[in-house]
Nanobody
Framework: QVQLVETGGGPVQSGGSLRLSCAAS????????IAWFRQAPGKEREFVAA????????YYADSVKSRFTIARDVAKNTVYLQMNGLKPDETATYYC???????????????????WGQGTQVTVSS
């Protein structure tokens, strides 16, 4: 049974940093494509970052490039999202998701991911 558990969310001031963790069980983070999405109240869930299996290519939404970093720790079977320079409009629930097979063209599509965590809340105050 696949389970993804996100932790690390919480309150932070504008310009601050947080590191989110996505601990996986039932799959290996090295063998799956793992992504982070976020959803703010009243808005659609949107892509944030992804790391592809095997080749470790990373992808980022334009709005977070140079501020966010996705990385995986194979030994801990965990994927991290380091978030720096957080902004108030990035207040959202952050979700990790996993997919075994995914094309480069669909890395940013939430419909490409079969497994989802329950989310962790990030609140950025101004």
């Amino acid at each position: 049974q696949v389970q993804l558990v996100e932790t690390g969310g919480g309150p932070v001031q504008s310009g601050g940093s947080l590191r989110l963790s996505c601990a996986a069980s039932g799959l290996t983070v090295s063998g799956y494509n793992i992504a982070w999405f976020r959803q703010a109240p009243g808005k659609e869930r949107e892509f944030v970052a992804a790391i592809r299996r095997s080749v470790s290519d990373t992808y980022y939404a334009d709005s977070v490039k140079s501020r966010f970093t996705i990385a995986r720790d194979v030994a801990k079977n965990t994927v991290y999202l380091q978030m720096n320079g957080l902004k108030p409009d990035e207040t959202a629930t952050y979700y990790c998701a996993a997919a075994y097979t995914i094309s480069i063209a669909r890395v940013m599509n939430l419909g490409s991911y079969a497994y989802w965590g329950q989310g962790t809340q990030v609140t950025v105050s101004s």
